[in-house]
Nanobody
Framework: QVHVAETGGGLVQTGGSLNLSCIAS????????MGWFRQAPGKEREGVAC????????DYTGDVKGRFTIFQDAVQRTVYLQMTSLKPEDTAMYYC?????????????????WGQGTQVTVSS
């Protein structure tokens, strides 16, 4: 069983920064990718960023390009989302997932392992 856990959410003012972390507890992830997704109240979940386990491939949704950075530590089996210049519209529950391949930032069509989410709130 794979366990995925996110940490690092919180409350921040507009223009501030937050760093999210996601750790996957199981081994054998050399061929997997990890992605960040978010869901705001009343909205559908959307993809934010995706990274290959090697770190050589990354992709972002347009709204966060230049503001968010996804990177990984393969040894620690941890993926990070560094968020800067935060806006109130970034307020959402942020989820991490482990799955087979990045299709841009689309949700995985195949089976995936999801975390419970961490709340990010950006005040205006």
């Amino acid at each position: 069983q794979v366990h995925v856990a996110e940490t690092g959410g919180g409350l921040v003012q507009t223009g501030g920064s937050l760093n999210l972390s996601c750790i996957a507890s199981a081994s054998g992830f050399d061929d997997y990718v990890m992605g960040w997704f978010r869901q705001a109240p009343g909205k559908e979940r959307e993809g934010v960023a995706c990274i290959s386990w090697s770190g050589r491939y990354t992709d972002y949704t347009g709204d966060v390009k230049g503001r968010f950075t996804i990177f990984q530590d393969a040894v620690q089996r941890t993926v990070y989302l560094q968020m800067t210049s935060l806006k109130p519209e970034d307020t959402a529950m942020y989820y991490c997932a482990v799955y087979q391949y990045c299709n841009g930032v689309a949700e995985p069509a195949e089976s995936a392992y999801w975390g419970q989410g961490t709340q990010v709130t950006v005040s205006s």
